[in-house]
C-alpha cells in the first residue's frame, strides 16, 4: 500500500479525506496535525483519537506555534501588515507554516502521496501544492474534495453512509484557530451583505468594564505584558484571552483570492490587531519618515506574496533583513486601554523617542534653528516649483 501523509484538523474536510482515502483509494493513511498554536493539550488529544477512529495507520502531532511565530508572525509585526488595511492574515500566514512542516515530515516517512482537504474555491488549494511542488517536488498530491467537487452536504451524507456520524449543524461554520487569530465561515459570509451574527463569534463578549494595559517592546517583539515578561509567544496569547472577551478584533474581510475571485471571511483577532496598532505607534516615535515609508512599501508587498503561499522566495529572506534591521531603535513601552468592541493607544514611553523636547514642541517653539534658517529653507525647498510655475506661466 502507499504511504500518504494527510494533513488533518480533525474537521468535516479532513474527516471525509480519512475514509475516502482509506476505503476508496486503498491507500496507507498517515494522519498529521500541525498546532500552530490554536490547539489545547484536550484538542490535540481528541483529534488524536478521531484520526485512529477514522482508520488511519498511524497520527502526529507537529507543535509549530514558536516556529510559526520566528518564522512568520514577527515579520508581520515588523511590516505593520494588514492585508487591504483589515485583515492580520491568521490563516494565510498559519497555512503556509502547516504546509511546510507537512512535506517535512512526508519527506521524512519516505510518502509516495500527501493530500489535503481544500476546496476548488479558495486560497489554501494553491498554498498547499505549490509548497509540496516545491519541497517535495515529484510526490503525488491528492486533493479529494477539491476533485471530486464535493458540497458540504455530500460530504455529511458520505460519512453518515460510512458509519461517522457528523451533523449538519456543526458543520454550519468553519472555524480555524490559531496562535495569530480565528477565521470564521459560513452561509453569511457566503454573502456581499449580511453579518456574522453574535452566535458564530467563538468568544463571547463578556468584559465591558475599561482596563489598561502595557506591553513592551524589544528591538520590535512584543516581550512583556503589564511588565511581566513572559516573551512573544505567551504575550500574544495572554493578551488575546484578555482583549477577546472585549469584542475587540471582529471584523470581516472582503479580498481578492489568488486564483482571482472575491471571498469574505470573519475573523477575530484581539491580539493581532493590538500588537499591530501599538508596534505601529511605537514605530512612528522612533524611526525616521524615510524609514516609516519604505517599510509600509516593502510591508505591503511581503504581506501579499506571504498570503499568496510564496513564503520560499528568496526575495522574503531579503525583505525580512530590512524588516528587522529597522527594528533597532523600537524599544520600549505601550500604554493600551480596552473597551467594548475598541481599544485605545494611550501613548508610548522610550528611550528612542524622536519626539524628544530635547529638540523642540511642535507648534510652540524650536531649539535646533531659527526663523531665518526656516525662511532660506523654504524659498530653497521650493526653488524648482517655483521655477516651473514661472517658466509655464502662459499655460
Known amino acids: 500500500m502507499k504511504k500518504v501523509v494527510l494533513a488533518f484538523s480533525g474537521g468535516l474536510d479532513t474527516s471525509f479525506c480519512c475514509i475516502y482515502l482509506t476505503q476508496d483509494l486503498g491507500l496507507e493513511v498517515h494522519s498529521v496535525v500541525v498546532n500552530t498554536g490554536g490547539f489545547s493539550e484536550e484538542e490535540i488529544q481528541h483529534i488524536e483519537k478521531r484520526a485512529y477512529e477514522l482508520g488511519v495507520k498511524s497520527h502526529t502531532t507537529i507543535d509549530e506555534t514558536e516556529n510559526y511565530y520566528r518564522e512568520t508572525i514577527k515579520y508581520l509585526i515588523f511590516g505593520n501588515v494588514l492585508k487591504n488595511a483589515t485583515y492580520p492574515l491568521s490563516v494565510s500566514a498559519e497555512r503556509v507554516c502547516q504546509a511546510t512542516a507537512i512535506a517535512n515530515y512526508a519527506k521524512k516517512i519516505g510518502a509516495e502521496c500527501v493530500a489535503h482537504g481544500s476546496t476548488g474555491a479558495g486560497n489554501d488549494q494553491v498554498r498547499f501544492d505549490m509548497i509540496f511542488e516545491t519541497l517535495i517536488p515529484g510526490i503525488e498530491i491528492i486533493t479529494p474534495i477539491r476533485d471530486l467537487k464535493l458540497s458540504r452536504e455530500a460530504e455529511i451524507d458520505y460519512l453518515n453512509s460510512h458509519g461517522v456520524e457528523y451533523s449538519a449543524e456543526k458543520a454550519k461554520y468553519s472555524i480555524n484557530k490559531g496562535l495569530w487569530g480565528t477565521s470564521v465561515g459560513g452561509a453569511e459570509t457566503l454573502t456581499s451583505n449580511q453579518y456574522l451574527p453574535e452566535t458564530a463569534w467563538p468568544t463571547a463578549v463578556t468584559s465591558t468594564e475599561p482596563r489598561q494595559i502595557t506591553i513592551d517592546f524589544e528591538y520590535g ?57 501599538a508596534h505601529h505607534t511605537l514605530e512612528k516615535h522612533t524611526l525616521t519618515k524615510w524609514q516609516l515609508s519604505w517599510k509600509d512599501q516593502i510591508a505591503a508587498f511581503y504581506g501579499n506574496y506571504m498570503h499568496e503561499g510564496q513564503m520560499h522566495d528568496p526575495v522574503m529572506r531579503d525583505i525580512e533583513a530590512f524588516l528587522q534591521s529597522a527594528q533597532s531603535t523600537v524599544s520600549g513601552r505601550v500604554i ?60
Open 221 to 277: 517583539e512584543p516581550v512583556a505584558l503589564d511588565g511581566e515578561k513572559i516573551g512573544s509567544v505567551k504575550v500574544i496569547q495572554q493578551l488575546q484571552d484578555l482583549a477577546q472577551p472585549y469584542g475587540i478584533g471582529r471584523d470581516i474581510h472582503i479580498g481578492d483570492t489568488i486564483i482571482g475571485i472575491k471571498g469574505r471571511v470573519g475573523f477575530e483577532a484581539a491580539a493581532p490587531l493590538i500588537l499591530i496598532k
Open 336 to 395: 493600551v486601554e480596552l473597551h467594548p468592541y475598541r481599544f485605545v493607544i494611550i501613548g508610548i514611553e522610550s528611550d528612542h523617542d524622536l519626539m524628544s523636547n530635547k529638540f523642540g514642541s511642535y507648534g510652540e517653539m524650536n531649539k535646533g534653528y531659527t526663523g531665518d534658517d526656516v525662511k532660506g529653507f523654504s524659498k530653497i525647498f521650493g526653488n524648482q516649483t517655483l521655477i516651473w510655475h514661472k517658466v509655464n506661466k502662459g499655460d
